[in-house]
């Protein structure tokens, strides 16, 4: 090779390692660029921050006192105390659950959650569960007494309704997102409407539709859905409510990444929650790199330990919690069912 050539080799060389720099420096600008976009794209949701402490949320409370009162509850022997019950949590790992609370009351005001429901991010047995928790259901709310468990938000906000649920069920839950009713259609909306299969009773409910079918149902027409009360159970209900949620996560993970930003961009604003921007990414990352694609459903108490009942003139779901925190552990956290309650679907 001769002396000319050597050296327009070596310009070429350093020239690709000069090429070769400047792509990973445009790189490293374009993902920096990217990810402080989507973490400020995040950090539009509505912060409230809440306790860390587990103590203070309920989360291990060995010492709590739940007192089920003289009123006989289904599937307890009369006297039966309730000691030593699991936490179905300890030593599992990968497992992450957000509490959601549907609120139906105008912005700016509190109220009750109408809707409560557990979303479990389960990373070993690859799946997304969401789980009803009946809204009338007889619980011990700290500092308040027994109550239904869907009063503790209007009396305490996210906090104590995070500490109701991890005291009475043994959970182990540190974030919340609140949606309210009034928003939701907007949610919906700005995805385009989504896909339910109505029966032909649900549809007399639904302004706009005539009768059964799979439709694509708008903002408004969703928020019928959910608000079914009379044609049924509010076991049916706590249902649809469900499958309106799942009907979102799957309009979502089937959305094109590329339409994300824009999509987050209008429904995050109206979300309330203590995630921190961080907290998503990774939570929405490690469903990406686990493939996480089946969603399943459940709701607590089941029927086969509760019963309505009249307390002092007022109608609560009395259950038996020693069963329905065995039931909800063993779902949650080992992914064991023991029921019939559970409607897959991927």
Known sequence: MSRREKNNYKKKKKGAKTGLLIGLVVLLFLVGFGYSYISNLLNSTNQEAITEDDDQLGIGDKEFNYDDTEEEIPGEDEGEEQEGLPFYYEDVK????????????????????????????????????????????????????MDKVNHAYAFGGPELALRTLNSNFHLDIRDYATVNFTTLPKIIDILGGITISVTSAEATKINGISGAGTYNLTGA???????????????????????????????????????????????????????????????????????????????????????????????????????????????????????SSETPSN
């Not at 690859?126 to 789980?131: A, E, F, H, R």
């Not at 007889?138 to 007494?145: C, H, L, M």
């Not at 790199?289 to 108490?301: A, K, L, M």
């Not at 307390?311 to 009395?318: F, N, Q, S, T």
């Open 94 to 145: 990968g497992v992450t659950n957000i509490a959601l609370f549907g609120v139906d009351a105008p912005v700016g005001q509190r109220g009750r959650s109408d809707s409560i429901m557990i979303i479990t991010v389960d990373k070993n047995s690859k799946k997304i569960k969401i789980s009803s928790i009946m809204r009338d259901s007889y619980v011990n709310i700290p500092d308040r007494g």
């Open 221 to 339: 027409q969703a928020l019928d859905y959910t608000r079914i009360r009379k044609i049924d159970s509010d076991f049916a209900r706590a249902g649809r409510q469900r499958t309106v949620i799942e009907a979102i996560i799957k309009k979502m993970l089937n959305s094109p990444v590329t339409s994300y930003p824009g999509i987050l961009g209008k429904v995050l604003p109206l979300v309330t929650t203590n995630l921190k921007s961080n907290d998503i990414l990774s939570l929405a990352g490690s469903v990406v790199t686990n493939g996480i694609r089946t969603i399943e459903q459940n709701r607590f108490p089941q029927e086969e330990v509760s019963e309505g009942q009249t307390i002092k003139g007022v109608y609560y779901y009395v259950f038996d919690r020693e069963q329905t925190i065995h039931n909800m552990g063993k779902y949650i956290y080992l992914d064991e069912t023991e029921d």
